[in-house]
């Protein structure tokens, strides 16, 4: 069973459109994580997540927000989206924050 | 934010040399992790630093934390292709868990 399993894996949508990348982690984790990684493979902290707290990146357009219906869960929802936006977004998660960070596979999204 | 720097950005060297990466930042860490991407993938862990000076090792692979806790440094002796990656140092402290800029290996047969 993947650990950190995100869908879709890939995503093609036009300017403008609201999409939602969605993120299950099944190893009872507290801690859950969106990063963004550019085509320089920069990786850049999103949002760091746990049932107490939501940590957002002040840089983070509010365009984009995480969602979690529970603590297995944590969503990505984007507004109107920009053609700045296409990147890779991967969803992560850890027992608790500082500790080992466990990567999903990564949802290619392009806007067009 | 923070920022957590490696250098260099990109590194090609021939199977067989050796490789070092080097990560900085600006503030003293309580540890750092390092992880490896290899192309098309994710980031996967490979190793935790929390002591001053430490030293640890994992075949090929020396990682080494600073005394001040400030830089690390990722080694890789007789490079392979299976070397081949983008490799990030982590700073964890917090609960932003940020990312260094990263070091894109590529190894020529």
């Known amino acids: 069973d993947t650990a950190v399993s995100q869908t879709p894996k890939y995503l093609v949508t036009q300017m403008g459109n609201d999409k939602s990348i969605k993120c299950e982690q099944n190893?009872?984790?507290?801690?859950m994580y969106w990063y963004k990684q550019d085509s320089k493979k920069f990786l850049k902290i999103m949002f760091s997540y746990n049932n107490k707290e939501l940590i957002i990146n002040e840089t983070v357009p509010n365009r984009f927000s995480p969602k979690s219906p529970d603590k297995a869960h944590l969503n990505l929802h984007i507004n109107s989206l920009e053609l700045g936006d296409s990147a890779v977004y991967f969803c992560?998660?850890?027992?608790?924050?500082?500790?080992?960070?466990?990567f999903g596979e990564g949802s290619w999204l392009t806007v067009v | 934010g923070q920022q957590v720097m490696q250098i260099p950005q990109y590194q090609h060297v021939q199977e067989g040399e050796d490789f070092t990466t080097y990560c900085n930042s600006s503030t003293t860490l309580s540890n750092i992790q390092w992880y490896k991407q290899r192309p098309g993938g994710h980031p996967v862990f490979l190793i935790q630093?929390?002591?001053?000076?430490e030293v640890k090792k994992q075949k090929r692979l020396t990682f080494q934390f600073g005394e001040a806790k400030k830089n690390s440094s990722l080694h890789i002796t007789a490079t392979q292709t299976t070397d081949v990656g983008t490799y990030f140092c982590?700073?964890?402290?917090?609960?932003?868990?940020?990312f260094g800029t990263g070091t894109s290996l590529t190894v020529i047969p």
């Open positions: 630093l929390v002591k001053s000076g």
């Open positions: 190893l009872g984790h507290d801690t």
């Open positions: 982590a700073d964890p402290t917090g609960n932003q868990f940020y």
């Open positions: 992560a998660s850890s027992q608790v924050f500082g500790n080992t960070i466990y």
